[in-house]
């Protein structure tokens, strides 16, 4: 069983920066792929970015260039630097590892 704890979300302008964070907590030897997802108001959950446990890294075309991911393997924690942020970046992230789900932190871009 994992738990994940994300965090970091906020309210932004366009063209702002932020950094989410993921903790994973619980009964785990070791964490593999962990990914963020979000999930606009109206519309499905869309996957954002992922890194596997050796650092390999893939990102959507539409945040490619814009954000980073990266994880701290022995804090359990995977990031999401999101630089030059757009409206359309609005919406719930999420992150997710092994079929396990966090609660979602928001973060809403908007002049």
């Known amino acids: 069983q994992v738990q994940l704890a994300e965090s970091g979300g906020d309210s932004v302008q366009p063209g702002g920066s932020l950094r989410l964070s993921c903790i994973a907590s619980?009964?785990?030897?070791?964490?593999?792929?962990m990914g963020w997802y979000r999930q606009a108001p109206g519309n499905q959950r869309e996957w954002v970015a992922q890194i596997e446990s050796g650092g390999m890294t893939n990102y959507a075309d539409s945040v490619k260039g814009r954000f980073t991911i990266s994880r701290d393997n022995a804090k359990n924690t995977v990031y999401l630097q999101m630089n030059i942020l757009k409206p359309e970046d609005t919406g719930v992230y999420y992150c997710v590892t092994g079929g396990f789900w966090g609660q979602g932190t928001q973060v809403i871009v908007s002049s």
């Open positions: 619980g009964s785990f030897f070791s964490i593999g792929t």
